[in-house]
């Protein structure tokens, strides 16, 4: 299989069970529903890191993101940004000017 192959065949993809199964991970549906999300942004986060090229790359990249969250929760793995703005007091606080801005 080429990359460009790869890629195109991802692009059809609309959810983390979709990557989960093509990738032949198995998995927990709990743990997905209530981290899809951080999963799928883990999962390229770690994509980047890694420089994958190839499915077995991108297999180990999304293993481990899958894992991060059967392992932890999204408050402990704080994957968005959101996550990792806290007060003293444990709140998170958003600016209303930030609302609608892209990172």
Same mark, same amino acid.
């Given at each position: 299989?080429?990359? !460009?192959?790869?890629?195109?065949?991802? !692009?059809?993809?609309? !959810?983390?069970?979709?990557?989960?199964?093509?990738?032949?991970?198995?998995?927990?549906? #709990?743990?997905?529903?209530?981290? &899809?999300l951080h999963?799928?942004?883990?999962?390229? $986060?770690?994509?980047?890191?890694? $420089?994958?090229?190839? #499915?077995?790359?991108?297999?180990?990249?999304?293993?481990?993101?899958?894992?991060?969250?059967? $392992?932890?929760?999204?408050?402990?793995?704080?994957?968005?940004?959101?996550?990792?703005? &806290?007060?003293?007091?444990?709140?998170?606080?958003?600016?209303?000017?930030?609302?609608?801005?892209?990172?």
């Amino acid at each position: 299989m080429t990359a !460009s192959t790869l890629h195109q065949e991802l !692009s059809e993809m609309t !959810s983390a069970e979709d990557f989960l199964h093509y990738f032949e991970i198995p998995f927990d549906t #709990r743990v997905v529903e209530v981290n &899809r999300l951080h999963i799928l942004q883990r999962f390229h $986060n770690y994509l980047r890191q890694a $420089n994958a090229v190839d #499915r077995a790359d991108y297999t180990r990249c999304l293993q481990q993101a899958y894992q991060d969250f059967v $392992n932890s929760d999204a408050l402990t793995e704080k994957v968005f940004k959101v996550f990792q703005r &806290r007060s003293q007091a444990g709140e998170v606080r958003i600016l209303l000017a930030d609302i609608g801005r892209s990172a």
